[in-house]
């Protein structure tokens, strides 16, 4: 059994490597999501006029990671309290946002987002929460970007931080439910 999920934070070249070697999930394509234009370049989704946003899908198996736990992995990777940016990423190609596919998706989403907010971590979160339209996958240079350039200074500074936290935080838990 398999299911799909699509989530925004930032670049995507972050969410594919922090998510590409979770226990229970099968694939993590980079594309772009939430907008008007159809098969949209990367260079028309950074002129910030296609309406999209940098995204991943993620397939996984429900029956070793759950969405609850793709959302905590997902929220402990963003600043969800920045709107259009994140770190030195600015731009509503950068915006954060989770695309669900169906009603229980949405309800673990609002829900997550609103106990985030009670819990006092954070005054106000700017995660979007919207129907999936659309999703394109990006140009292969992107794909597996962090793993074909690990020096590049952009992996070694921003990604490569992440991608070493989730492992340490979640790795154990996800493998040892």
């Known amino acids: 059994m398999e299911d799909v999920c699509y989530l925004a934070g930032g670049c995507f070249w972050c969410m594919e490597a922090v998510f590409k070697d979770i226990y229970g999930?099968?694939?993590?394509?980079?594309?772009?999501?939430?907008?008007?234009?159809?098969?949209?370049?990367?260079?028309?989704?950074?002129s910030q006029r296609t309406g999209h946003t940098e995204t991943v899908r993620i397939r996984y198996d429900p029956e070793k990671i759950s969405f609850d736990d793709i959302l905590?992995?997902?929220?402990?990777?963003?600043?969800?309290?920045?709107?259009?940016?994140?770190?030195?990423?600015?731009?509503?190609?950068?915006?954060?946002a989770i695309?669900?596919?169906?009603?229980?998706?949405?309800?673990?989403?609002?829900?997550?987002?609103?106990?985030?907010?009670?819990?006092?971590?954070?005054?106000?979160?700017?995660?979007?929460v919207?129907?999936?339209?659309?999703?394109?996958?990006?140009?292969?240079?992107?794909?597996?970007?962090f793993e074909r350039h690990p020096e590049q200074g952009y992996c070694r500074v921003v990604i490569k931080p992440k991608v070493e936290k989730v492992r340490q935080k979640f790795f154990y838990k996800i493998n040892n439910q």
């Open 25 to 46: 999930i099968n694939d993590v394509q980079p594309g772009y999501a939430g907008g008007t234009t159809v098969n949209p370049t990367y260079e028309e989704v950074c």
């Open 72 to 96: 905590e992995i997902y929220f402990s990777v963003i600043d969800p309290t920045t709107l259009n940016r994140q770190g030195e990423d600015v731009g509503t190609n950068y915006r954060t």
């Open 99 to 128: 695309f669900y596919i169906n009603e229980y998706q949405k309800e673990r989403a609002v829900n997550y987002i609103k106990n985030l907010e009670a819990s006092g971590k954070y005054s106000k979160i700017v995660v979007s």
């Open 130 to 145: 919207e129907p999936y339209k659309n999703f394109y996958p990006a140009e292969d240079y992107h794909k597996n970007y």
